[in-house]
């Protein structure tokens, strides 16, 4: 039956976009739908500031009538001008196993890219680093946590067809929550001690507190994640933005910061529970008892996982990720959490790879960011 590929222009094309997904992993058991108020949002140019400083085009493809496909093409402007790069990118690709259907809609993003001088497509890659990116390539009967992506393994299939090839790889370690110091930390609990009359760790009992560092946070991220693949600066908008889509689903408790003698924030890290059990029960709508199912698993869960953290150049090799994460584990025991997801650490990123290891976390997913060139 003839292909049909048209842009995504009315309310009801947005909705038609939304939705394929869950029509398309229909009995996938890992696979975690979006929450549907956020995405509505999300893909929304009015809401989403993100749209503008990003050239988009967003695509379904049809076959007899039926929606059987979705991409989202991306140039951003800013990000390309900070990184002396000229790169278009695919996102939220999505369709059955089908060659055809893939080819058509990723052929129709490259034009697209190329016709306004794009060198160069990668993907799966959002706005930024903050969205899920890569697909999964190894680990696939492994449970699906928050922000990242579930891919079937035929979509990696589609898009090697394509002329597509490995650009940047990722992994996810799982780590059990250590039930006392572990050995590695024992040798520097002097240091840490002497830390903690230099500097305040802050934590938390409610998210009305935490909202007060959402700005310091995050402008610290802008300053400390400059080199990560794919990460944007927030605007103070952005960072509101994010705050509201996020903060709700947070266990305080999973949130550290740390302050200088001048009230400075100059490292944090914030875990959350894993929620996808509640979630998937939800099917992705919170009214009106979805929110529920969500919090509740959160609680049930025996599962955290580590979202974001960051520490100012000049006071890294202290010791202040290891008070952190010695307050994150004694928050997790108290809950009666048992593990943590590492959630997406670049391969070539030592450093916190080597975080993990310390304390024994294995990798049990790896994802990758495809590239092919347009010229």
Same mark, same amino acid.
């Given at each position: 039956?003839?292909?049909?590929?048209?842009?995504?222009?009315?309310?009801?094309?947005?909705? $038609?976009?939304?939705?394929?997904?869950?029509?398309?992993?229909?009995?996938?058991?890992?696979?975690?739908?979006?929450?549907?108020?956020?995405?509505?949002?999300?893909?929304?140019?009015?809401?989403?500031?993100?749209?503008?400083?990003?050239?988009?085009? !967003?695509?379904?493809?049809?076959?007899?009538?039926?929606?059987?496909?979705?991409?989202?093409?991306?140039?951003?402007?800013?990000?390309?001008?900070?990184?002396?790069?000229?790169? /278009?990118?695919?996102?939220?690709?999505?369709?059955?196993?089908?060659?055809?259907?893939?080819?058509?809609?990723?052929?129709?993003?490259?034009?697209? /890219?190329?016709?306004?001088? /794009?060198? $160069?497509?990668?993907?799966?890659?959002?706005?930024?680093?903050?969205?899920?990116?890569?697909?999964?390539?190894?680990?696939?009967?492994?449970? *699906?946590?928050?922000?990242?992506?579930?891919?079937?393994?035929?979509?990696?299939?589609?898009?090697?067809?394509?002329?597509?090839?490995?650009?940047?790889?990722?992994?996810?370690?799982?780590?059990?929550?250590?039930?006392?110091?572990?050995?590695?930390?024992?040798?520097?609990?002097? !240091?840490?001690?002497?830390?903690?009359?230099?500097?305040?760790?802050?934590?938390?009992?409610?998210?009305?507190?935490?909202? $007060?560092?959402?700005?310091?946070?995050?402008?610290?991220?802008?300053?400390?994640?400059?080199?990560?693949?794919?990460?944007?600066?927030?605007?103070?908008?952005?960072?509101?933005?994010?705050?509201?889509?996020?903060?709700?689903?947070?266990?305080?408790?999973?949130?550290?910061?740390?302050?200088?003698?001048?009230?400075?924030?100059?490292?944090? *890290?914030?875990?959350?529970?894993?929620?996808?059990?509640?979630?998937?029960?939800?099917?992705?709508?919170?009214?009106?008892?979805?929110?529920?199912?969500?919090?509740?698993?959160?609680?049930?869960?025996?599962?955290?996982?580590?979202?974001?953290?960051?520490?100012?150049?000049?006071?890294?090799? !202290?010791?202040?990720?290891?008070?952190?994460?010695? $307050?994150?584990?004694?928050?997790?025991?108290?809950?009666?959490?048992?593990?943590?997801?590492?959630?997406?650490?670049?391969?070539?990123?030592?450093?916190?790879?080597?975080?993990?290891?310390?304390?024994?976390?294995?990798?049990?997913?790896?994802?990758?960011?495809? /590239?092919?060139?347009?010229?």
């Amino acid at each position: 039956m003839e292909l049909i590929v048209k842009e995504v222009v009315t309310k009801s094309d947005i909705t $038609k976009f939304i939705k394929l997904p869950a029509r398309i992993h229909k009995g996938h058991a890992n696979w975690i739908p979006p929450i549907y108020m956020d995405e509505r949002d999300f893909f929304n140019p009015l809401k989403n500031g993100s749209f503008k400083y990003c050239s988009h085009i !967003r695509l379904l493809a049809y076959r007899d009538g039926e929606v059987v496909g979705r991409v989202m093409g991306l140039i951003n402007h800013r990000y390309n001008q900070v990184k002396n790069e000229n790169n /278009a990118r695919f996102s939220y690709l999505e369709t059955y196993n089908d060659q055809e259907v893939a080819h058509t809609l990723i052929s129709k993003v490259e034009s697209w /890219a190329r016709s306004l001088g /794009a060198e $160069k497509i990668v993907g799966p890659l959002g706005f930024s680093d903050k969205e899920p990116q890569g697909y999964l390539v190894d680990g696939f009967d492994e449970p *699906t946590v928050l922000m990242a992506n579930c891919n079937y393994k035929y979509q990696v299939d589609l898009i090697k067809n394509e002329g597509f090839v490995p650009e940047i790889n990722l992994v996810s370690y799982k780590t059990e929550i250590p039930a006392s110091t572990p050995a590695v930390y024992k040798r520097i609990l002097p !240091r840490l001690e002497k830390l903690n009359s230099e500097f305040r760790m802050v934590e938390f009992e409610s998210r009305w507190k935490l909202r $007060k560092y959402i700005r310091p946070v995050l402008n610290l991220t802008n300053r400390t994640f400059q080199e990560i693949y794919g990460s944007m600066p927030y605007e103070e908008k952005e960072m509101d933005d994010f705050a509201n889509r996020f903060i709700w689903l947070l266990n305080p408790k999973f949130v550290k910061v740390i302050e200088n003698q001048n009230g400075e924030v100059i490292a944090y *890290t914030v875990a959350m529970p894993d929620i996808s059990k509640g979630i998937q029960k939800s099917k992705g709508y919170l009214f009106p008892f979805g929110i529920f199912s969500i919090l509740r698993s959160g609680k049930k869960s025996n599962r955290i996982v580590a979202m974001l953290g960051a520490i100012e150049e000049q006071y890294r090799g !202290r010791g202040l990720d290891v008070m952190m994460a010695l $307050k994150i584990f004694g928050s997790a025991r108290q809950e009666g959490k048992k593990e943590i997801d590492g959630h997406l650490v670049m391969e070539t990123n030592y450093a916190m790879r080597g975080e993990y290891e310390h304390i024994g976390g294995q990798i049990y997913k790896r994802y990758s960011i495809f /590239a092919k060139s347009l010229i």
